[in-house]
């Protein structure tokens, strides 16, 4: 399917999918992310299922390219990503406004806000005892482009996003972050 990103829909598709197979567990991740966890994936759904829990939350590291640049991300013998996007911060939360956590793991029959940030039913494993890091790769080249084409921002009390043309010989943009107050 082409055209702009449809969170209702996107999500409606994860749940139908999802609820064919209820009491498997789904890896939830977006294209944009990768889940590291502290364990290899059968010993930590092992501890869940001893456990009796039924989805595992992660919190976001965003990822971003040296000098807050937003490169492409690139194909096939391109830079690893990890060496392309070697730092890690926290830039959802305040740019967007969004939620910084992910249900990384679930039930099948778990059911899940929109985005999977959260979820409504079922056990949850304790953040204390389990939890994965969720790298986020949002911040590339079509970032602006993306958030152009989703739902129009929401206010915030601090912080925003904006892009600048850090060479326009080149065409490269980057991140800065500006303070500002909402109206």
Same mark, same amino acid.
């Given at each position: 399917?082409?055209?702009?990103?449809?969170?209702?829909? /996107?999500?409606?598709?994860?749940?139908?999918?999802?609820?064919?197979?209820? /009491?498997?567990?789904?890896?939830?991740?977006?294209?944009?992310?990768?889940?590291?966890?502290?364990?290899?994936?059968?010993?930590?759904?092992?501890?869940?299922?001893?456990?009796?829990?039924?989805?595992?939350?992660?919190?976001?590291?965003?990822?971003?390219?040296? /000098?807050?640049?937003?490169?492409?991300?690139?194909?096939?013998? *391109?830079?690893?990503?990890?060496?392309?996007?070697?730092?890690?911060?926290?830039?959802?939360?305040?740019?967007?406004? *969004?939620?910084?956590?992910?249900?990384?793991?679930?039930?099948?029959?778990?059911?899940?806000?929109?985005?999977?940030?959260?979820?409504?039913?079922?056990?949850?494993?304790?953040?204390?005892?389990?939890? *994965?890091?969720?790298?986020?790769?949002?911040?590339?080249?079509?970032?602006?482009?993306?958030?152009?084409?989703?739902?129009?921002?929401?206010?915030?009390?601090?912080?925003?996003?904006?892009?600048?043309?850090?060479?326009?010989?080149?065409?490269?943009?980057?991140?800065?972050?500006?303070?500002?107050?909402?109206?």
């Amino acid at each position: 399917m082409e055209g702009p990103w449809h969170e209702d829909f /996107n999500s409606a598709l994860l749940r139908e999918t999802m609820a064919e197979h209820p /009491n498997d567990w789904w890896v939830v991740a977006d294209l944009d992310e990768f889940h590291v966890y502290d364990r290899p994936l059968p010993d930590f759904l092992a501890y869940c299922e001893r456990e009796g829990y039924d989805f595992v939350e992660g919190a976001f590291l965003d990822r971003v390219a040296e /000098n807050g640049e937003l490169p492409e991300v690139g194909g096939l013998g *391109a830079v690893p990503l990890w060496r392309r996007y070697p730092l890690a911060g926290m830039l959802t939360l305040p740019l967007l406004g *969004a939620r910084p956590t992910k249900v990384t793991l679930a039930r099948g029959f778990v059911e899940l806000d929109l985005g999977q940030h959260r979820a409504w039913t079922g056990s949850g494993a304790p953040v204390h005892e389990i939890y *994965a890091q969720v790298h986020h790769f949002k911040w590339t080249a079509s970032v602006e482009r993306r958030l152009t084409r989703e739902s129009p921002p929401m206010p915030r009390a601090s912080g925003s996003l904006s892009t600048r043309r850090s060479s326009p010989s080149r065409g490269r943009s980057s991140i800065t972050y500006a303070d500002t107050v909402a109206a």
